[in-house]
């Protein structure tokens, strides 16, 4: 039972990315997942989630520019990453949280740099 997540990488401001985060060993249905992001000396932040009935919410500085999206099909969230900004540098971490249940995947670096 794992999540893992992909997609990250080096690009330049204005770029995009999409993050994947694919479950393996459980489905992801009736899970709410939530990205959440981490750049060096600061701490863990939520940027995006949505909720086992697809409730999407994000944090307001990635409004208008990341989806979260789930494809059931592929047992899988992605987060679409549009005009990426410097300050969105960070590794980002996927969740996978169901009442007392959560479970975390290894992170996938995102670096924005001209």
């Known amino acids: 039972v794992q999540v893992v997540e992909s997609g990250g990488g080096l690009v330049q401001p204005g770029e995009s990315l999409r993050l994947a985060c694919e479950a393996s060993?459980?489905?992801?249905?009736?899970?709410?997942i939530i990205w959440h992001r981490q750049a060096p000396g600061m701490p863990r932040d939520w940027v995006a989630s949505?909720?086992?009935?697809?409730?999407?919410k994000y944090q307001e500085s990635v409004k208008g520019r990341f989806t979260i999206i789930r494809d059931v099909a592929k047992n899988a969230v992605y987060l679409q990453m549009n005009n990426l900004k410097p300050e969105d540098t960070a590794m980002y971490y996927c969740?996978?949280?169901?009442?007392?249940?959560?479970?975390w995947g290894q992170g996938t670096q995102v670096t924005v740099s001209s």
């Open positions: 060993g459980f489905s992801l249905l009736g899970y709410g």
């Open positions: 969740e996978a949280t169901r009442l007392s249940t959560s479970y």
């Open positions: 949505i909720g086992g009935t697809n409730l999407k």
